[in-house]
């Protein structure tokens, strides 16, 4: 024979998430390209003198998972060493955030910014016991009277920090919040500590950027993760001048930049797909098209291999989220306030017209849109929105899809499926705050939150990410979270009538996740001709328990025909 394959896999539970999850046995891997999917007699011609030859013992082949929402460098630098681990279950109450926080103040130069991340009051004894009790600059202030705090949330849609941290960015009662953010106060108009949405710009303003080393170094440590993950595509949600007021401009140009140096380095062990970010929070329409004009005309592609990093679109912040009340909904939440869209305007009306100039234009300029929205009144307004837009422009396959979805109506799931529009959910994020929901949206719009059974039945196609560093990009516990619809506190269902099956939610992290990227033509399954994207899981996926999934250990990882990760030869 000519060519020989590099890899064959045999005896293994082949899941190829073809049309019709067939099932093989054995599969070959030729110059980073699946050359044939069968049983043993299929791919045993093609084993040569250097093939290497894995036998599998019934373990699972998987094509490589696609995390359609991750942040890469953000994620990066919210885990130690560049930032405190402020998350369940490293901490589980206010005094261990204090504890943290002072032992960091023993050791580093006086003055020093200290950053954390992970706090969330759904796991912080103090605040679940009176839900009133939030987190404030006096927990802080009590350990840290000099040093500046900086702690963020999980979701990245609130910031916690002292005393010092608030004299430093020159905030205090007369300071007005940006348009789209929050700058709590207590009953006597004082600062409490909690920035939210838009005014955590306040706080980027005032921190030493990363730099490109730092930025490195937080990527890099991504990558090393989702390879061990069996990660091998994501989307970095938002890259660009709007991101660099954002978590110390991890979401900024300069990210991007960053990217395209390890991308020409051969560094990348993982397809990096990006939406650009005009704008941040509160936005407004000529902002938005200004920016994405100069963006366009700078080349923001550059010369990178597509296959590799691709720049597939624009995102836009709709609204804000649930725990904050600033996700915009239909019915008030428990306690008042309905939230509101987080683009420019002073009205509903107004701010309705900002964020359908941005979709138009953006759609009528050629770009995909991925559009945050986690109301349900903000799910129906984008909807239309796009749906508005590809009728006063149409355009063959333009793949706009909402971001996170968390309530989408039926009236949305119509229309994004009329138009073959897409809903990037998040099980992990689902998993995390079922029963935290509650109390700002009730126990019955708390249970539907991301319907994932009711979008697959009315034909919206539905991709799957972790939004990291909101939370771990475990696809395994995703998986496992859209089978059970449990809860990470309690472990209670929530809303088992939005479970789906296992076939169907690996499709959302493979094929319908590379939907999301224009690539299910040459990536998503393992089907002969596409690209050898691959992770094996100890163990029989399709018979397993769906408790055990998050503990099935991930055993290789396979990346464009390269192993990036490899227990098997340890």
Same mark, same amino acid.
Not at 479 to 494: D, F, I, P, Q, Y
């Given at each position: 024979m000519d060519t020989y394959a590099d890899l064959v896999f045999l005896d293994g539970r082949v899941v190829t998430v073809d049309a019709e999850f067939s099932v093989a046995s054995a599969l070959a891997v030729t110059g980073g390209i699946i050359s044939a999917v069968g049983g043993r007699d299929d791919v045993a011609p093609l084993v040569g003198p250097d093939t290497r030859v894995v036998d599998l013992r019934g373990a699972t082949l998987l094509p490589g998972i696609n995390d359609s929402h991750l942040h890469g460098c953000a994620f990066g630098m919210a885990t130690p060493p560049l930032s405190l681990d402020v998350a369940h279950p490293a901490v589980s109450s206010l005094t261990d955030v204090a504890d943290v926080v002072r032992e960091t103040v023993g050791r580093v130069p006086g003055g020093q910014w200290i950053t954390g991340h992970g706090w969330d009051t759904g796991y912080l004894d103090e605040c679940v016991a009176d839900p009133s009790r939030q987190p404030s600059l006096h927990d802080l202030d009590a350990v840290s009277p000099d040093h500046p705090v900086v702690l963020y949330s999980f979701s990245g849609h609130a910031t916690w920090v002292n005393s010092k941290a608030l004299e430093l960015m020159g905030i205090d009662r007369h300071t007005v919040a940006p348009p789209g953010g929050a700058i709590v106060v207590d009953e006597a108009g004082e600062p409490t500590g909690l920035l939210h949405e838009g005014a955590q710009a306040l706080v980027q303003n005032a921190l030493p950027a990363l730099d490109r080393q730092e930025r490195t170094d937080a990527i890099r440590s991504t990558l090393a993760t989702l390879a061990r993950l069996g990660v091998t595509s994501y989307t970095e949600p938002g890259l660009g001048p709007g991101g660099d007021g954002i978590m110390r401009g991890a979401l900024g140009g300069e990210t991007l930049d960053v990217y395209r140096r390890l991308h020409a380095d051969g560094e990348l062990t993982a397809r990096v797909g990006v939406l650009l970010l005009p704008t941040g929070m509160a936005g407004t329409a000529e902002e938005f098209v200004r920016t994405l004009t100069a963006l366009a005309d700078t080349g923001a592609s550059g010369d990178a291999d597509p296959r590799l990093l691709a720049m597939h679109g624009v995102k836009i912040f709709g609204d804000g989220i649930v725990p904050n009340k600033t %996700?915009?909904? /239909?019915?008030?939440?428990?306690?008042?306030?309905?939230? $509101?869209?987080?683009?420019?305007? =002073?009205?509903?009306? =107004?701010?309705?017209? =900002?964020?359908? %100039? *941005?979709? @138009? /234009?953006? /759609?009528a300029a050629g770009y995909q849109l991925g559009v945050h929205v986690t109301g349900d009144r903000a799910g129906d307004t984008v909807a239309e929105a796009f749906a508005a837009a590809v009728t006063e422009h149409p355009r063959a396959d333009a793949r706009h899809y909402v971001i996170h979805g968390d309530f989408l109506t039926a009236h949305s799931m119509k229309l994004l499926a009329a138009h073959d529009f897409g809903v990037n959910m998040n099980p992990t994020i689902k998993w995390t705050v079922a029963d935290m929901e509650e109390e700002f949206v009730g126990t019955g719009r708390a249970a539907y939150a991301w319907p994932y059974r009711d979008a697959l039945d009315a034909g919206v196609r539905v991709a799957s990410g972790s939004d990291a560093p909101v939370t771990y990009p475990d696809w395994r516990q995703g998986?496992?979270? *859209? *089978?059970?619809?449990? $809860?990470?506190?309690?472990? @209670?269902? $929530?809303?088992?009538?939005?479970?789906?099956g296992l076939a169907e939610a690996i499709r959302t992290y493979t094929i319908d996740a590379a939907w999301q990227d224009f690539a299910d033509d040459w990536k998503g399954s393992l089907e002969p001709g596409k690209v050898a994207d691959l992770c094996v899981l100890d163990g029989d996926l399709l018979t397993a328990d769906p408790h055990d999934i998050p503990e099935l250990p991930v055993l290789l990882t396979v990346m464009d025909g390269r192993v990036v990760h490899d227990t098997l030869r340890d």
């Open positions: %996700a915009w909904m /239909h019915e008030p939440y428990v306690g008042g306030g309905c939230g $509101s869209l987080c683009v420019g305007g =002073e009205t509903d009306d =107004e701010r309705t017209a =900002e964020i359908g %100039a *941005m979709i @138009r /234009h953006a /759609h998986v496992a979270t *859209m *089978m059970l619809r449990e $809860s990470k506190a309690t472990g @209670r269902v $929530s809303g088992p009538e939005q479970c789906i």
